[in-house]
């Protein structure tokens, strides 16, 4: 199963091929004689949360680990004895960039040393005549360890140790003394160091959410120091180790390591929360080829995790005799594979100390994507206070519920970051967050479309981000327009304090014509000012070519022409600077033609409808804000004759397509109130 899905092409392919590479490399001996993959804390995980690094680089060759920034890790070894004595095992630090992850550690403890008697038993001469046995002495040590990893998605993580050992072995020879008067013997002990530099790789891919693989290598690079390579060496055979990792659903994991000489590993592991931190326990079971009986250890361990510091116990017990004498013809037959884990171990307590040395808030949350909603239109600035230009996929990664503060920011478009409402997240859940912009006065009067680059940001604690993700939006220039009627009010808008003073002007010079008519008063304002605004108009489109454009009253106006959307929106600003009610009619694209009319409101009853019209389908009866119905009067502002045929065609219309064809009731046909 875990070959096959590697094998699956698109995205994964260099994975894949990676994998294949790697398992050419690794897969190539299978002579590994003893427990490769001992840890000294067993099983131990934190499943709950995997800040802390719990085990080594014999288990954990692809070595990635969530540690957020610096780690500093004190372990010390104890045997377990009446008169035990605490000797520095290990001290590592680490550090996180990213999906890129380094470990440095320096092992003192990791040692181990052997001393043999050969059985030869000398009479020696000096002084005095000593009787004594030869010995053997040997030195094992693993002196510093480096880990590099990196990953690649949340499902695959590669990485590589070198590992760096010293040996030492010292013998002692005969050397006999002839002279005339005396022979005799003495010792000399030779020296022989034999140090040697290891390199092994690993990946792991984690199948489904509970489902975690890997394969590491052993040995799979060694470089001595010297050439010829003592009998004494630690046995160096090349091989490989497959993980399998399964996580059910209430925090327990059952893990397995197996060897290709059929040492494996079992383990069982649990997490819960105590006291705000977590608790975990772990017991793993041991067996390999030299060591008595089948299973023939076991490590139980716990480990207690606060922020910023965790603390870990494990044990090693083995179950056969480690006191009884063992000759040096034995041990030369055999051989030793691992350093702390042969059949000449003892049983062990470890404890170890890690502390988190973070120089940054704790990273709780990360972006998993971001959808743009929309360009940024200027005119459009208000929309932007209650519609989110976008929205982005925020992951709760911690154990805890967090509360989001969303930002965002557009160079030369927001003065500084522009923040919107907060979002609270549950543990491990995943929640749509809305990025709003405020537009600063130099995006709201663009004169050309340009590309820009908006940072989102997303911020738990402090005011350093947890996460940031760049993407490209297009910033329109302030005439452009997305083709969204209702959005035609901001044209509306916008040009109000020009449009005032031009309805006064007119209106001042005509204010005797409806003096004496209060009740049709704005039916004729209406009329004065449509005639006035249309005198020397021609209907311009758009080229065909180029983005949809709405011109402002004061361009119309100098322009001397323009389009159905540049006429309503123009004559909305109008009527809208003197109080009268305004509404955009968007007739939906028939055979890709849409058109935009207007309609304003006479403020007139529907009993009051005979004081401007006798015909019952020249109006519109609509409600107002207050639930009253009042007459309004569709317009077509691209008839640029007169108020009278403007208002016939435009009634025509409206009759045809959204009463008679029901475009209304159909949404063919849709009313925008400019206020």
Avoid at 309 to 331: C, E, H, N, P, V
Wanted: aromatic fraction near 14%.
């Amino acid at each position: 199963m875990f070959l096959r899905v590697f094998t699956i092409s698109g995205s994964n392919y260099r994975i894949s091929t990676f994998i294949v590479l790697f398992l050419i490399i690794t897969v190539n001996q299978f002579e590994l004689l003893a427990q490769q993959s001992y840890d000294s804390f067993g099983n131990v995980q934190n499943n709950l949360n995997s800040g802390f690094r719990l085990n080594g680089l014999e288990s954990n060759s692809a070595n990635f680990n969530l540690t957020r920034d610096w780690e500093f890790s004190l372990t010390l070894a104890n045997s377990i004895s009446s008169n035990a004595d605490g000797n520095l095992y290990s001290v590592s630090l680490s550090k996180r960039f990213d999906s890129q992850y380094f470990y440095l550690r320096y092992t003192p403890g990791y040692l181990k040393q052997f001393s043999f008697s050969s059985g030869i038993v000398l009479r020696l001469q000096n002084d005095v005549d000593v009787e004594t046995e030869l010995k053997t002495n040997l030195s094992y040590q693993e002196l510093f360890g480096f880990g590099y990893s990196h990953n690649f998605n949340d499902k695959f993580t590669a990485g590589l140790s070198l590992r760096y050992f010293t040996q030492e072995f010292k013998e002692e020879q005969p050397e006999p003394h002839f002279s005339d008067t005396l022979n005799y013997i003495t010792t000399n002990t030779e020296v022989t160091n034999n140090n040697f530099l290891r390199g092994d790789v690993g990946i792991s891919y984690q199948i489904f959410e509970q489902l975690r693989l890997g394969i590491f290598s052993q040995n799979l690079v060694t470089i001595e120091d010297q050439k010829e390579i003592s009998e004494y060496s630690v046995k160096k055979n090349k091989g490989t180790v497959f993980l399998i990792d399964y996580n059910s659903f209430n925090n327990f994991s059952f893990s397995s390591a197996i060897e290709t000489n059929s040492s494996f590993q079992l383990g069982i592991n649990t997490s819960a929360e105590l006291f705000g931190g977590i608790i975990s326990f772990g017991l793993n079971m041991l067996h390999d080829k030299y060591q008595d009986p089948f299973i023939c250890a076991l490590q139980p361990a716990v480990n207690l995790s606060f922020s910023p510091y965790s603390i870990t116990i494990g044990a090693t017990k083995y179950f056969s005799d480690r006191t009884s004498q063992q000759s040096l013809s034995k041990f030369l037959s055999e051989g030793i594979y691992n350093i702390i884990n042969n059949r000449y171990s003892i049983d062990r307590i470890y404890t170890s100390l890690n502390f988190a040395l973070s120089f940054s808030p704790e990273k709780l949350v990360k972006m998993n994507s971001v959808e743009i909603l929309n360009e940024i239109y200027p005119t459009f600035s208000e929309e932007y206070l209650t519609y989110p230009i976008a929205k982005g996929k925020v992951i709760n990664i911690s154990d805890k519920k967090v509360t989001v503060k969303p930002a965002c920011f557009v160079d030369g478009v927001t003065d500084g970051k522009v923040y919107s409402p907060a979002v609270s997240i549950a543990p491990h859940d995943t929640a749509d967050v809305p990025f709003f912009i405020v537009l600063n006065e130099k995006a709201e009067n663009l004169s050309k479309r340009e590309i820009a680059q908006i940072n989102f940001y997303v911020t738990t604690v402090n005011n350093v981000p947890d996460d940031i993700l760049q993407k490209p939006i297009l910033v329109n220039d302030v005439n452009s327009w997305d083709g969204n009627v209702s959005h035609l009010r901001y044209f509306v808008r916008r040009n109000l304090r020009f449009a005032e003073k031009y309805a006064k002007e007119i209106l001042s010079d005509n204010r005797l014509l409806f003096k004496d008519k209060p009740e049709t008063e704005i039916f004729e304002k209406a009329k004065i000012l449509f005639n006035n605004f249309v005198k020397g108009m021609s209907y311009v489109a758009d080229p065909r070519a180029s983005a949809e454009k709405v011109q402002f009253l004061s361009e119309t106006l100098q322009l001397k022409g323009g389009d159905c959307d540049d006429f309503s929106s123009a004559f909305s600003s109008i009527l809208e600077s003197v109080g009268i009610q305004t509404a955009f009619v968007d007739y939906k694209a028939v055979n890709s033609i849409s058109h935009v009319n207007l309609m304003f409101d006479t403020e007139l009853s529907p009993d009051q409808a005979q004081l401007i019209t006798n015909n019952d389908k020249k109006y519109f009866v609509r409600k107002n804000a207050d639930g009253k119905d009042e007459v309004w009067l569709p317009i077509e502002t691209t008839m640029l004759t007169n108020f009278d045929e403007a208002w016939s065609r435009g009634v025509e219309k409206f009759n045809k397509e959204a009463i008679d064809d029901l475009g209304l009731a159909k949404g063919k046909v849709e009313i925008y109130d400019v206020y």
